[in-house]
């Protein structure tokens, strides 16, 4: 039975003012109902400013990435009727396509939009914030391309990844809604709602396909509804019925002149995109013969390639590509931020490598180090001294603390002595410890089976 | 021009003035019913304006007072729209226009009466209950701006601001026997005016002479950074290039006229054409073939953004549900918007009332392309008397002459030409987009101003 999947998304745009007032952008961080105004609380009298010109040159560069053409012709802002509490005017604010017949990993992308969020009502205390109303948007639609929930996640990581390249979304995630299509041959069409993450998507979609399926198995109709998927629950639960389909009764917004993109601001805006994600990778691969795997993950994330380019003029390219595959990696995730977030730049990065190539300072320490610059926020040489972790070359050193690890473990060359090769492994452990790792280990483990073996 | 000449002269303080007014409120305006509200700190604020006059630093309008129409935003008093809907609405902010009054030190007296939401030709549809005409007492003073118009005609204000959406400002200038004008769509901001029709709605000046309402509609007008529709135009200054010789002027009369205004108020309208002719101006005769096409265009384009404006009267926030409080006549409205709105419909009425727009503002701009104005009657008929039971396609057919303005955007104004019986009669001017002045010097002419 061929599954059949398509996508609405939707994402916040990062421009400092709303999409038709002055009103700031941030309303997480304000209180409920503090960064609104007559427009965007849709006060008798008020009128939409004229509409925001950086929402609109992020919905062009979105849609460019998403190889769409852009639209010539006059692009109408549509009313959008509906009543609910978080919609102060009692429409929302949509327009025409800006961007259409685009294609991403395969997915054919039908129209890239333009919109403003609504406020945020909470059905539970009644209460409405206003905060977020009139927030940009952009809302693109896929074709019903995607054939299993594994192939949806997979478009929705790419997805995400090409807007985050843009540097036109809101970083601090979480923002993105999405609306699926999915029918299973022989069935109707169902739409499931309030999906906010990629793996709620997953989920919605694993589930709607076995219900679908089971409804065909037990000689069943699938009917055409709305769905919402209750993330709690990871469940879908019907909404309405194609009858019960509102009718918007969109209008052009009288208020609001069409936007019309000419040729040069295209042109401009071309000039400012990043190279797509997957075209980074294969070149990564070509260019400097780096692992694919390394690849694709140096080119997730823009800031984090841009960074790997630097590196890779002074390192080998391979050293510096599964550095920064391992252990740049392994910091940012456990911090859960970005490379852009981190601080680390590239020269932090070439000067440690460079530490390690010349032998001045272990691994180990490296990664020590490596773990304290999105804290420290300095250079690398800088840590090391002010920690002291750096290589000790006076073998005197070194010797004492071996000796010292021999006279205290006594057992442990015992345990050597009669045959049990690891146990030297223990000793240089404690070696380490005592030069907090500052000792190259392969000369420690040489030290102490000429101290033990000549014992 | 009097009294801005002893305002500023200092002959007469704008506490004076205002106090007048006030006086004559209270006296009066129980019979007109011109004002919903008066703004109890006039006093205060013409107190204020007058030491701003000792000092020698006062706007241009210091010291008058401006009866504001319902619908429009006043800080602090209630823009009502005559509607039990916004009853308890009281504006938290200044539109545009309001603030650019405050910067020349008008005054602003009241809050007028107006047909509930602007949807009237006759005044009668207010919540607060029908406005008299005092120019012609027991009949209807027009509408929608019938509060601002009969506050000017009663001596209650010396200016008024009105909106015009198909003949709003016009209608009742032409009823009551005063100057009214509609400005160029975009000319004067929008911001703070509380919608009927967003495509055509435009704010302008009522006035009992062209001199003060020039004079207003310079202090208004012009380029608003705060809304999308607004033309960029620069300050303007009307007053200064006020002028009645109308030599060169050509001005069109349309043979169409004849067919749907009474031949009473024809005759008028060419008796005022006829003392043009001898200010300089010729007439020739224009073709407006598509005129009958106008008011059903006219009226499937408000009822669409009418319904879409007041979605947000849901009952949340304003107190009332507006379909549940509202009058007979928007009520009608707003049905008639949800049904003509339907997808299935949309193609059929809107689009098309749509697509007849550009062909009436075609041959708008083409009957004007060969002349400097072209005039005409403001209603097809004399004002009814109040109460007069008048079905609603009646009742929109006063629009029949006002409504071609606002399809096409363009600027036009009214002032008294005569009067059949005790009843005055107003002529039409109408101007290529953004020739305000040219509307202007012909009123100013035909009022006998100095050339």
């Known amino acids: 039975m061929k599954v059949t999947i398509g996508f609405e998304i939707h994402e916040q745009l990062a421009t400092k003012t709303k999409l038709f007032c002055n009103s700031p952008t941030n309303y997480r961080d304000a209180p409920p109902n503090t960064n609104v105004c007559e427009v965007c609380t849709g006060m008798p009298g008020a009128k939409p400013m004229p509409v925001n010109q950086e929402a609109v040159d992020a919905v062009i560069a979105i849609a460019l990435m998403l190889n769409c053409e852009i639209v010539k012709e006059p692009i109408y802002i549509l009313r959008k009727h509906y009543d609910y509490p978080d919609l102060p005017s009692g429409y929302q604010r949509t327009s025409m396509p800006i961007g259409k017949n685009g294609e991403l990993a395969g997915v054919k992308i039908w129209e890239v939009h333009l919109e403003e969020d609504p406020g945020k009502y909470d059905p539970t205390t009644g209460k409405v914030d206003y905060n977020r109303s009139g927030v940009p948007l952009v809302e693109i639609v896929t074709a019903p391309d995607m054939h299993s929930p594994e192939e949806a996640r997979e478009f929705l990581k790419e997805l995400v990844k090409v807007l985050r390249y843009t540097g036109r979304v809101r970083e601090e995630g979480g923002t993105m809604r999405v609306d699926t299509n999915v029918s299973i041959e022989g069935g109707a069409r169902v739409e499931i709602k309030n999906i906010n993450s990629i793996r709620g998507a997953y989920r919605a979609l694993k589930f709607e396909i076995t219900r679908q399926k089971n409804l065909m198995k037990r000689g069943r109709v699938v009917k055409r509804e709305t769905r919402a998927y209750l993330e709690s629950q990871m469940i879908t639960k019907g909404m309405r019925t194609k009858e019960e389909a509102e009718d918007y009764r969109y209008i052009p917004d009288p208020d609001i002149p069409p936007l019309l993109i000419s040729e040069e601001k295209i042109e401009e805006i071309k000039a400012t995109l990043p190279e797509a994600p997957h075209l980074k990778e294969k070149r990564f691969i070509e260019q400097y013969g780096i692992k694919s795997d390394d690849a694709r993950i140096i080119a997730s994330e823009l800031e984090l390639a841009n960074a790997f380019e630097e590196v890779a003029k002074v390192i080998p390219p391979q050293l510096a590509a599964t550095w920064i595959r391992d252990e740049v990696k392994r910091v940012l995730e456990y911090n859960g931020i970005t490379f852009k977030e981190s601080g680390i730049t590239p020269a932090h990065l070439i000067e440690l490598l460079q530490l390690v190539l010349n032998d001045e300072i272990t691994l180990k320490t490296a990664k020590k180090v490596m773990e304290l610059l999105p804290e420290k926020r300095t250079s690398p040489k800088k840590i090391i001294e002010e920690l002291g972790l750096k290589k000790l070359r006076e073998d005197s050193l070194v010797a004492k603390a071996c000796d010292e690890a021999i006279a205290e473990n006594p057992k442990a060359v015992e345990d050597y002595l009669s045959g049990k090769k690891e146990a030297l492994n223990f000793l240089v452990g404690q070696v380490m410890r005592k030069t907090r790792g500052r000792a190259d280990p392969a000369k420690v483990l040489e030290m102490l089976r000429e101290r033990v073996e000549g014992k | ?451």
């Open chain 2, 1 to 451: 021009m009097g009294v801005i000449e002893e305002l500023q002269s200092g002959a007469l303080s704008a506490e004076e003035n205002v106090l007048r007014f006030l006086e004559a409120i209270e006296a009066r305006d129980g019979e007109i019913n011109a004002f919903i509200e008066v703004n109890p700190r006039a006093i205060e604020e013409a107190r204020a304006v007058d030491e701003k006059i000792k000092q020698g630093r006062a706007g241009k309008l210091a010291g008058l007072a401006i009866a504001v129409k319902s619908n429009i935003n006043v800080r602090g008093l209630r823009a009502t729209c005559a509607s039990k809907t916004l009853e308890n609405y009281v504006a938290p902010y200044d539109a545009t226009v309001i603030e650019r009054i405050r910067r020349e030190d008008g005054i602003i007296i009241g809050m007028t009466n107006m047909d509930e939401f602007a949807c009237g030709s006759s005044g009668e549809t207010s919540y607060f209950g029908p406005t008299q005409n005092p120019a012609a007492r027991g009949r209807i003073p027009g509408g929608s701006s019938s509060g601002s118009a009969a506050a000017i005609a009663a001596n209650f204000a010396d200016l008024a601001l009105g909106s015009d959406t198909g003949g709003s400002i016009r209608n009742p200038a032409s009823h009551c026997g005063v100057v009214g004008i509609k400005p160029t769509y975009g000319l004067v901001p929008r911001y703070g005016l509380i919608d009927l029709a967003m495509s055509l709605d435009q704010i302008g000046p009522l006035a009992r002479d062209v001199y003060s309402a020039a004079l207003l509609l310079e202090v208004i007008a012009g380029y608003n950074p705060k809304e999308a529709t607004t033309l960029r135009v620069s300050q303007q200054n009307y007053t200064s290039k006020l002028s009645a010789d109308l030599s060169g002027y050509t001005i069109g009369f349309a043979k169409e006229f004849e067919e749907y205004a009474a031949k009473e108020i024809i005759r008028e309208v060419k008796h005022a054409l006829a003392k043009l002719e001898a200010q300089g101006a010729s007439v020739v005769e224009v073709e407006l073939p598509s005129l009958d096409k106008a008011l059903p265009t006219y009226y499937l384009t408000v009822f669409v953004e009418f319904f879409s404006a007041t979605r947000r009267f849901d009952g949340r926030r304003y107190g009332y549900r507006i379909e549940e409080v509202c009058g007979e006549e928007v009520l009608r409205r707003i049905m008639l918007g949800r049904y003509i709105s339907q997808k299935e419909y949309s193609g059929r009425y809107y689009r098309r009332a749509l697509q007849f727009r550009s062909l009436i503002k075609k041959e708008m701009l083409e009957a004007l392309s060969g002349v400097d104005l072209i005039a005409g009657p403001t209603t097809p008929k004399l004002p009814h008397r109040i109460g007069e039971s008048i079905d609603p396609l009646a009742m929109y057919a006063y629009d029949l002459l006002t409504v071609p303005a606002n399809l096409a955007g363009i600027p036009a104004g009214v002032i008294k030409a005569g009067e059949v019986g005790d009843v005055p009669v107003g002529i039409q001017f109408h101007a290529k987009p953004l020739e305000e002045q040219k509307i202007l010097n012909a009123m100013y002419a035909l009022e006998g101003g100095r050339a």
